[in-house]
C-alpha cells in the first residue's frame, strides 16, 4: 500500500538518507567503467575478436611484465582471454550505449514522473538494474557466445540507474529553502556511484568469482524495490511554494490527503469552511467547527465545482515551450552538450590513454583505474558545496508574500529572492567552467602524476555541473515543469555525447592512441560554457533608486538622514 504525502512527509529523512545509498550503489555506477572494463576482458567478453594464442604472446596480468609485439599489433592474455584493440572497441561501444541511456532516458520519464510521480518509475528501475545483473552474470557463463548479452545488460543497467537517480531529484522538494542543497547532495550520489565497480573490483581481486558478486548486486537491488514500495507515496512530490503538509495533515480527515497537496488543498479546505459557516461573522470564516470531524466526507463536498481552484493569469505557469525556448534553457543545453561530451570521451578512453602514458604496463593503467575510482567518492563532499552556492542568503530574501505585505516605516526592504536565485547561479556557473577548463588543460599534459589531478577536477565537475543545472532550473522555472526540461536537457545532450565514440575510433586509429589533438578541441568547444551565465547576469534588473535607499542600514545614513528617516 503506497504512503500519503502527509506519511512520506514524516518519513523524509529517512528516504533522503537511503535515497543517497541506493544512488551510491545503484543509479550511475556505468561512470566506473574503466574497472569494469578490466573486469570484463578478464571474463572474457568478446575475446574471440582477437588473434588466437598461436599469434599472440602470452601475458600474466600479475606480473606485469610486458608483451612482446607482433608483427603488426601487440596481443595480449589477460587471465587467459586474450585481449586486443578490436576487443575494446566493441566493449567501448557498448558503454556508449549504456552511457547514452544513461541521459537520453530521462525525457520520457520527466514527463511521466511530472505526471504520475516518482513510485512507479522507481520501482521499475531498481528491477531493470536487479536484471542487468542477472543478465551480465548469464552472459559470464559462456563469453564465447553470450558476449552480446552485455549491450542489453548495460542499457537495462543505465536506464535503471537513472530510474533511481531521476525520482530522487524530486525528494529535495521536501526539504524548503535547502532545496538546491539536497539536489546538490542527490547529485553527488548519483556522481560518486563511479566509485561501485572499483569496489567490486577489489572484491573480484580478492578471490571472489564474478557471478557470485553480480548476484548478490542483484539481490541488494530487490532491497531498493521493497524501500520503495512502502516509503514512496504515488503522487508527485509538489515544490516548496505549493507545499504546506502542517495544512494538510490537519485537515487529512477531510479525505483529500491522497487526492491534492499544498496550496490547492488549502483553497479547497478554506472554499468547504466558507461553505459550512453560512451564517456565521467573518471573523469565522476560516475556522472548523469542532463537530465538523464527525460528518462524512460526501456531504462536505457537494458539488466538485464548489472546489475548483480559479488562479489568475498573472499566477499562471509559463508554458512548457516558453520555457523551453528561453535563453536560460537553449544556453543550458550547449553547456550540458560540450561539458557532457568532455566528460563521458575521458571516462570512455581513460584506460586507453593511461596506457599511452605507462608504455602499455596494465599493472600501472589498473592501479590508476582504481585511484580514478575511489575519487570518485569527492562527489558525495564536493556537490553540496555548489548547492550551498545556489542558497546563499536565500533565507534572508525576501519573496512575494512579503512584498505585498506592509512593512514598518523606516524598515529596509531586504533583496529580492528570485534575483538573488540568479545571482547565485551565475556564480555556481562561473567557477563550474572554470575548474573544466582547469581539467581540460591538465588533460593536454601528457604527464602521468598529473593524471592525478585531472581525476580530482574531472569528479568535481562531474557533480558541479548536474547541481548547478539542476538547482537552475528548480530556482528559474516551475516545479512541474522539472522533470520535462531536466529530461529534454540530458536527452539532447546524451545525443551530442554519441561523438565520444568517433573520437575514440579516431584517437585510436588515424592518432595511434594519442589523445592530444582531440583534448585541444574539447578544450575550445569548453569556452562555450561561459555563455550561460552571461544571460542571467545580463536578464537581472537593475534596483530602483527607492530601493537602494531602503537597503541601505540605518548605521550607513548621516545623523541629519537618520533623524529625517525616524
Known sequence: MAPTLATAFSRRWWMAVTAVIENLLFSAVLLGWGSLLIMLKSEGFYSYLCRGPENSSSFNFSNASTSVASDEEEYLVMNNWPICKDQDEMLNLAFTVGSFLLSAITLPLGIVMDKYGPRKLRLLGSGCFAFSCLLIAYGASDPSNLSVLIFFALALNGFGGMCMTFTSLTLPNMFGDLRSTFIALMIGSYASSAVTFPGIKVIYDLGATFITILMVWAGCACLVFLNCFFNWPLEPFPGPEDMDFTVKIKFSWLGFDHKITG?????????????????????????????????????????????????????????????????????????????????????????????????????????????????????????????????????????????????????????????????????????????????????????????????????????????????????????????????????????????????????????????????????????LGFCLPLVPAVSQPPPQPHQRRAGRRPQDLRPDQQRQQA
Open 263 to 527: 496550496k490547492q488543498f488549502y483553497r479547497q479546505v478554506t472554499t468547504v469552511g466558507r461553505r459550512l459557516s453560512v451564517g456565521n461573522s467573518m471573523k469565522q470564516q476560516h475556522q472548523v467547527p469542532k463537530d465538523l470531524a464527525t460528518q462524512e466526507a460526501n456531504k462536505l463536498c457537494l458539488s466538485t465545482v464548489d472546489l475548483e481552484v480559479k488562479c489568475k493569469a498573472g499566477e499562471e505557469a509559463p508554458s512548457f515551450m516558453k520555457s523551453v525556448f528561453s535563453p536560460i534553457f537553449m544556453l543550458s543545453l550547449i553547456t550540458m552538450c560540450v561539458t557532457q561530451l568532455r566528460l563521458i570521451f575521458y571516462m570512455g578512453a581513460m584506460n586507453t590513454i593511461l596506457d599511452s602514458l605507462t608504455d602499455g604496463d596494465l599493472n600501472t593503467v589498473s592501479v590508476y583505474t582504481s585511484i580514478f575510482g575511489v575519487l570518485q567518492l569527492l562527489c558525495l563532499v564536493t556537490s553540496p558545496v555548489i548547492g550551498y552556492i545556489m542558497d546563499w542568503k536565500l533565507k534572508d530574501c525576501e519573496d512575494e508574500k512579503e512584498k505585498k505585505g506592509k512593512r514598518e516605516p523606516g524598515q529596509p526592504r531586504r533583496p529580492d529572492k528570485q534575483i538573488q536565485k540568479i545571482t547565485n547561479a551565475t556564480r555556481a556557473f562561473v567557477f563550474t567552467n572554470i575548474l573544466l577548463v582547469g581539467f581540460g588543460v591538465t588533460c593536454i599534459i601528457p604527464n602521468l602524476t598529473l593524471q592525478i589531478l585531472s581525476f580530482i577536477l574531472h569528479t568535481i565537475v562531474r557533480g558541479f555541473i548536474h547541481s548547478a543545472v539542476g538547482g537552475l532550473y528548480a530556482a528559474v522555472y516551475p516545479s512541474s515543469q522539472f522533470g520535462s526540461l531536466t529530461g529534454m536537457q540530458s536527452l539532447i545532450s546524451a545525443l551530442f555525447a554519441l561523438l565520444q565514440q568517433p573520437l575514440f575510433m579516431a584517437m585510436v586509429g588515424p592518432l595511434e592512441g594519442d589523445p592530444m589533438w582531440v583534448n585541444v578541441g574539447l578544450l575550445v568547444l569548453s569556452m
